[in-house]
């Protein structure tokens, strides 16, 4: 048998009730005796390694896949697979649904797409301590398991406060260094940077290299928002492979794109400095979620952080321009949400440029004045090809990037958007490649144990599926519609998502690789 940790911190509060749901399900084994057994027949097993599909049964004993094979049907569950496939549950490597999981745990919008386990605290962002959204989550179990990295930017901002917009000098590393040591050891998987957001911005790659040794040795794993994906891509791509060589950790490059207009079509150059470090033994791997925009804050745009008319005229020109700009939320002015820049501007008659400028600076000013003043955005700034090449390198796999509540419709359909467009429509993956790029290649990016293949002895994530109409439906008009074909999801052996609805399951595990 697989062990699967519990959900747990040693806590006063956190043991109590441990104790006390380890006696109601002693109480329950004693009823039921036996684990419960499910039989999956005659169903087309994409086992998640890229081999081809096979026409076979399954069991499912407990929280484990039993046997593989041809096998008659025993006092048990029994489904008929026929024309469906089954594969392991889809881990979404870069996600922030965790923004709601406590008071959403079915998470429908993951659920509807066969995701059964997101890995968050991503770009440089996460709890402090990362055991308070173990425990958290010990008390408030949700439907699919998750994994958190600890954030550097999290980290930096503990230790500098609101001195961030320097360098850190040697006694600042050594402390960010002793809280991370902490984190990685008391449930953290790794280490994330968001290098193109504050307070990240102002590390310099020695910082990052020191940080990212202590995770070496820790035998964790380093992801990375870069610090530019579009003026000086080509550079922060040097500056990961440079933390891979220096530290020799495995690096995860979160969302690659090439998010400017100039640098559409250069695909293949990102691709050629990627196999070439891979080529030197160095364990660099990526994801990528499906869509031409992006969601992220308008200062983003700017890496200076000089709010200059020109810098404004560069980012609407080359980054995304205003009709490709959608305002996600807006706090000082709330009626902009879900209008692009362009009609904002056309309301204020002024210019996209002073329009952009102005909602900046009133932002910021709301910030400082501690009321409000948060943002985002949806930034239209991607080429299909590039997404198509990106996709296709075979170390980069599928993630979300999204939440259940932004109006990004990454958040409910990245996954099954892959099958309708990128099976069904271009052709440019197999059913097994796109199967593969969201299981067995996270198992082996992420280094996970009993989870990302269908074998004798994993652990029962899965998801049975319809080939032919597995689609998403949301879009920025209905960034929350849920995504059709997943007839069934399993975590941990227990059905969570029957009949495009939660089964009110929630057998969520934390994970740590
Ligand atoms: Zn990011």
Known sequence: MIQIKPMRSPTTLGLALSLTIFVISCTNIQNQEVPSTLLIENVILIDGTGSNRQITDVRIVGNQIDTIGNLDPDDEEIIDGTGLILSPGFIDT????????????????????????????????????????????????????????????????????????????????????????RELKTGAMGFSTGLEYDPGIYSTTS??????????????????HMRSEDRDLFGAIEEAISIARQTGIPVHISHIKLA???????????????????????????????????????????????????????????????????????????????????????IRDADPVTTYLDLIAKSQTAKEAGSGGGESIIGTSMATKDITTLLKWPFTNVASDGSSTSRHPRGYGSFPKIFRKYVRETGDLSLEEAVYKMTGLVKKSLGLKGRGTLEVGSVADMVLFHPDNMADKATQQTPQALSIGVVGVWVNGMRVYEDGMSTGAHPGQWIEG
């Open 94 to 181: 870069h996600s922030h649904h965790d923004r709601n999981l406590l008071e959403n745990p079915d998470a429908l919008a993951l659920l509807s797409q066969g995701v059964t386990t997101i890995i968050v605290g991503q770009d440089g962002g996460s709890n402090l301590p990362v055991v308070d959204l173990k425990e958290a989550l010990w008390i408030t179990p949700s439907s699919v398991n998750l994994g958190s990295y600890v954030g550097h930017g999290t980290i930096r901002r503990e230790i500098m406060g609101v001195d961030y917009m320097r360098p850190a000098n040697p006694n600042e590393i050594e402390a960010m260094g002793a809280l991370l040591s």
């Open 207 to 224: 910082e990052v290299i020191s940080l990212a040794r202590i995770t070496a040795e820790h035998g964790k794993r380093y992801s990375s």
């Open 260 to 346: 400017m207009k100039s640098l559409w079509g250069r695909a293949d150059e990102v691709l050629k400095l990627l196999n070439m470090a891979r080529g030197e033994g160095l364990q660099i791997t990526a994801d990528l979620y499906p869509y031409e925009y992006w969601q992220s804050t308008m200062t983003v745009l700017f890496p200076d952080r000089l709010f200059t008319r020109e810098a404004a005229e560069f980012a609407l020109e080359e980054l995304a321009p205003p009709e490709g700009i959608l305002i996600d939320r807006y706090e000082p002015n709330p009626s902009y949400e879900g209008l692009t820049l362009a009609q904002i501007s056309q």
